[in-house]
């Protein structure tokens, strides 16, 4: 069964420190996994995935297959950056199966 | 936006109650998926649909059915609405393909008291 685990719930450091958050994935075959973000009062949105290998708002995330981790990176954190982040993970078989983590909240201080 | 309107957006409902959710999309994506989300535990899959009358149970079906009799409409339904149901609800649809990322719904705000 495919699981992810965010470890974090809340995690806070101030404007322009490095941020880390936490994803560890159990799946049996070859995962796609995602970061989403949700700022306060918007939808949920897309950050990155790491098929793309991109870099957005600053942010990274390399997937590690040996210790089944996704971790989303950004080496100076700003305020814009405090929300609520979800790592998600899609089933690579037919029906495409979408979940999430438990979400980590965090909190850039000034 | 992506073409995805949720209905009601925010419900009050009895204890014991059927209670309805619609999931509408307007733009063909093939899947859709229905979350609750809680403090603590994040989003959780209820159920997903990869087409037309083809569903299957997330991690936390029970008490939940479903029903996709066209492309652009996904239906949650809580056959009898208990307390545990107070939650946030948001769908979410997708193309095909594992890289085709997700787009959510507002959100709907059901409390069952």
């Known amino acids: 069964a495919q699981r992810v685990t965010q470890p974090e719930k809340l995690l806070s450091v101030f404007k322009g420190a490095p941020v880390e958050l936490k994803c560890n994935y159990s799946?049996?075959?070859?995962?796609?996994l995602f970061w989403y973000v949700q700022y306060s009062r918007q939808r949920l949105q897309l950050l990155l995935r790491?098929?793309s290998r991109e870099s957005i708002k600053g942010f990274t995330a390399d997937l590690n297959k040996g210790e089944t981790s996704f971790h989303l990176k950004k080496p100076f954190a700003q305020e814009e950056d405090s929300a609520m982040y979800y790592c998600?993970?899609?089933?690579?078989?037919?029906?495409?199966?979408?979940?999430f983590g438990q979400g980590t909240r965090l909190t850039i201080n000034p | 936006d992506a073409g995805i309107t949720q209905s009601p957006r925010h419900k009050v409902t009895e204890t014991g109650t059927p209670v309805t959710l619609r999931c509408h999309q307007t733009?063909?994506?093939?899947?859709m998926y229905w979350y609750r989300q809680d403090p603590g535990h994040g989003l959780r899959l209820i159920h997903y649909?990869?087409?037309?009358?083809?569903?299957d149970k997330g991690e936390v079906s029970d008490g939940y059915s479903v029903s996709r009799s066209k492309t652009e409409d996904f239906l949650l339904t809580l056959e009898s609405a208990t307390s545990s149901q107070t939650s946030v609800y948001f769908c979410?649809?997708?193309?095909?393909?594992?890289?085709?990322?997700?787009?959510f719904g507002q959100g709907t705000r059901l409390t069952v008291v």
């Open positions: 649909s990869y087409g037309v009358k083809d569903t």
């Open positions: 979410a649809i997708s193309l095909q393909g594992l890289k085709a990322e997700a787009f």
């Open positions: 790491h098929i």
């Open positions: 799946y049996s075959g070859s995962p796609e």
């Open positions: 998600a993970l899609k089933d690579s078989q037919g029906a495409q199966k979408l979940v």
């Open positions: 733009e063909n994506h093939r899947y």
